[in-house]
């Protein structure tokens, strides 16, 4: 599967964004998803996941409250709603694809199969 995210931008603290991730290729509904975000200097950090039916949801403790996760398997497609944005949440934020089993394990661990490019998202206060 190759992965395609979009929605980042430039946003106002208490704002919202909605970021997507759209897939190609090998079957997506074989996939848990999952939203990373990494800073300059920084670790790729785990933000949430989503197994490949939804079932299974994960969520870092930074986000939780604020941040959701969803997919469309009809549009091969991941969300990541955010509101209440702080400018903590500045950050390149990256899709990922994990096909093995236990993927929210894996995918809480940062054990991923296959990254997306990031998309950049600016939190101003």
């Known amino acids: 599967v190759q992965l395609q995210a979009s929605g980042g931008g430039l946003v106002q603290a208490g704002g919202s964004l909605r970021l997507s991730c759209a897939g190609s290729?090998?079957?997506?509904?074989?996939?848990?998803m999952g939203w990373f975000r990494q800073t300059p200097g920084k670790e790729r950090d785990f933000v949430a996941s989503?197994?490949?039916?939804?079932?299974?949801?994960y969520s870092a403790d930074s986000v939780k409250g604020r941040f959701t996760i969803s997919r469309d398997n009809t549009k091969n497609t991941v969300y990541l709603q955010m509101n209440s944005l702080k400018p903590e949440d500045t950050a390149v934020y990256f899709c990922?694809?994990?096909?093995?089993?236990?993927?929210?394990?894996?995918?809480?661990?940062?054990?991923?199969?296959?990254w997306g490019q990031g998309t950049k998202v600016t939190v101003s206060s």
């Open positions: 990922a694809a994990e096909s093995r089993p236990y993927t929210s394990t894996l995918l809480r661990r940062g054990i991923v199969g296959v």
């Open positions: 290729g090998r079957a997506f509904n074989n996939y848990g």
């Open positions: 989503i197994s490949w039916n939804g079932g299974s949801i």
